[in-house]
C-alpha cells in the first residue's frame, strides 16, 4: 500500500514558476515509476509528466516539455514537479501517481495509487 499526499499548490501569474511535490509512504517507493496527471474543471485527466523508479527515465507530452521538470529523491520518498514558464491553460488540479509497471507513462489505468490533488491556478 502507497499513500501519496501532493503539497506546492497555489495561485500564480503566468510566465511564473511552483514546484509540487507529492510525499509517499511505504518502504518501497524506489520500486514504484511515478506520475503527474491533472485535470482541469469539464475536462479530461491530462498526462504531465512521469519518471522511472530510479529516476533515470522522464517522459512528457508535448504540452509541457520544456517548461515542466520531474525528478525523485528516494531517500525522501518524494517526486517533485517544477513548472516554469506557467500558462493559464496549465490551471487544474495536479494528481501524482504511483504504479510497478515502469513503462507506463501516460496510461492513467496502470497507476494503482493516487493522491488527493492540489490546486495549481495561473492568471493572465
Known amino acids: 500500500q502507497v499513500q501519496l499526499v501532493e503539497s506546492g499548490g497555489g495561485l500564480v501569474q503566468a510566465g511564473g514558476s511552483l514546484r509540487l511535490s507529492c510525499a509517499a509512504s511505504?518502504?518501497?517507493?524506489?520500486?514504484?515509476?511515478m506520475g503527474w496527471f491533472r485535470q482541469a474543471p469539464g475536462k479530461e485527466r491530462e498526462f504531465v509528466a512521469a519518471?522511472?523508479?530510479?529516476?533515470?527515465?522522464?517522459n512528457y507530452p508535448d504540452s509541457v516539455k520544456g517548461r515542466f521538470t520531474i525528478s525523485r529523491d528516494n531517500a525522501k520518498n518524494t517526486v517533485y514537479l517544477q513548472m516554469n514558464s506557467l500558462k493559464p491553460e496549465d490551471t487544474a488540479v495536479y494528481f501524482c501517481?504511483?504504479?510497478?509497471?515502469?513503462?507506463?507513462?501516460?496510461?492513467?489505468?496502470?497507476?494503482?495509487?493516487w493522491g488527493q490533488g492540489t490546486q495549481v491556478t495561473v492568471s493572465s
Open positions: 511505504g518502504r518501497t517507493f524506489s520500486s514504484y515509476a
Open positions: 519518471i522511472s523508479s530510479n529516476g533515470g527515465t522522464t
Open positions: 501517481a504511483a504504479t510497478l509497471v515502469q513503462a507506463a507513462w501516460a496510461r492513467s489505468a496502470y497507476y494503482n495509487y
